[in-house]
């Protein structure tokens, strides 16, 4: 029996991504960016094709993301940020809200939207994610958007 695959490419040219940055932790954001943009071009997307939208925090990047989203006008989005844990629950419960509604940005309007918020314990975890030892979120996260931008050209709507 045969059966048909369907998969994404790591190839952007012709595709347009939106980037949501937070800007706090920017010191963090700015090289998650720096990340983003870097493996898009790298992977052929132009520079005009690249739009990037800076909000305080990652709290306020759904509603930016969920705005490029419906604008029909990008293939993809990447949401980036830095949520540290403090002594208080609170970034905990701001990484699930953001996590919960990018999903449900995604689904609801078909345009990937991938999450790219770095989620930290402390200060160093965060320094490692955001482009030292182990590796750019950034980075990670503009490789899903062009796999998954990809792959929903290739399926029925």
Known sequence: MSYKEIGGTLEAKGLKFG??????????TRQLLAGAVDCLKRHGAAE?????????????SPLAAQRLARGGKVNAVVALGAVIQGATPHAGLIN???ARSLTAIALETGVPVIDGVVAAENLEQAIERSGTK???RGWIAAQSAIEMASLMK???A
């Not at 980037?19 to 963090?28: G, S, T």
């Not at 005009?48 to 306020?60: H, K």
């Open 19 to 28: 980037i949501v940055v937070a800007r706090f932790n920017d010191f963090l």
């Open 134 to 136: 182990a590796g750019n």
């Open 154 to 156: 290739q399926l029925p």
């Open 96 to 98: 699930a809200q953001v």
């Open 48 to 60: 005009a094709d690249i739009t990037v939208i800076w909000v305080p925090g990652a709290y306020e």
